[in-house]
């Protein structure tokens, strides 16, 4: 049962649901791909503007693509995408915080290159436990279209 | 000796060295944050379009980061960065690849918010060991201005 792009409507939202962001994991990240201080050492994370340890921003896009794999993408007929648009981190993400996923398709365009395939357009979101934003991000994806029979 | 914004030139061009990328390191952060069967499973990668074990795009992503931070910002005066724009992922990351960064200061404007910073505009890239374009982006960093003597 494989989701083609004339299963996603356009203007509709889907609930990816939460994320739940521990320091070890926030660390961890900060060590492999982004050792400024305030993403790898609460100390140092204190004395700077975050006052406290927050999660590298990249860490904050792979926590929300987390969510969206495995809320839409299981059989999904995608192909990739080119890339992303308008990335935006709103308000840093700290130990302990409670994230929540949403994404909205913005629109669905006829692929420039494949006949079969078509581009979906998305606004994705993480808020916080209050419901404040702390990541926007505009995504594209290529979905096949549903064969005719 | 911290780097303030008015030592980052526009225009100039700075090399942020290699990044060697393993089987390994793709299925790690695969299973973690992006499980399509291309980038945690090398058999599942065959049959897909890309014909083999690609990176999550964001682990692409967040190899940059890591060129970047271990180049040019130990001792830089950042304040964090708003977010990203026209983020394209233009050719896949695969098991052995060498990846080379790069990035160009292309636009310093005041900061809107604080009269003791500048938003530094830069254009990256990751480039193959054929010089072929695999990813480019466009960062934006608040860096603290000079403090008057």
């Known amino acids: 049962?494989?989701?083609?792009?004339?299963d996603y409507e356009k203007g509709r939202t889907y609930e990816l649901g939460t994320y739940k962001v521990t320091e070890q994991e926030i660390i961890e990240f900060g060590r492999?791909?982004?050792?400024?201080?305030?993403?790898?050492?609460?100390?140092?994370?204190?004395e700077s503007l975050?006052?406290?340890l927050v999660a590298s921003g990249w860490h904050t896009c792979a926590m929300f693509m987390r969510l969206y794999v495995d809320a839409l993408l299981p059989g999904a007929a995608v192909e990739g995408s080119?890339?992303?648009d308008e990335l935006r981190w709103l308000r840093p993400t700290r130990p302990g915080d409670v994230l929540t996923g949403r994404?909205?398709?913005?629109?669905?365009?006829?692929?420039?290159?494949?006949?079969d395939c078509a581009t979906l357009h998305k606004r994705g979101e993480l808020t916080d436990?209050?419901?404040?934003?702390?990541?926007r991000l505009t995504l594209y994806s290529m979905f096949r279209r549903r064969p005719r029979e």
Chains 1, 2 share one sequence.
Request: aromatic share 8%.
């Open 1 to 6: 049962m494989l989701r083609y792009v004339e």
């Open 32 to 46: 492999k791909y982004d050792p400024q201080p305030y993403h790898v050492n609460a100390e140092q994370g204190e």
């Open 103 to 115: 994404l909205t398709v913005t629109g669905i365009t006829p692929s420039m290159t494949r006949p």
């Open 82 to 84: 080119p890339g992303v």
């Open 50 to 52: 975050f006052h406290g």
């Open 129 to 135: 436990a209050e419901g404040l934003p702390v990541m």
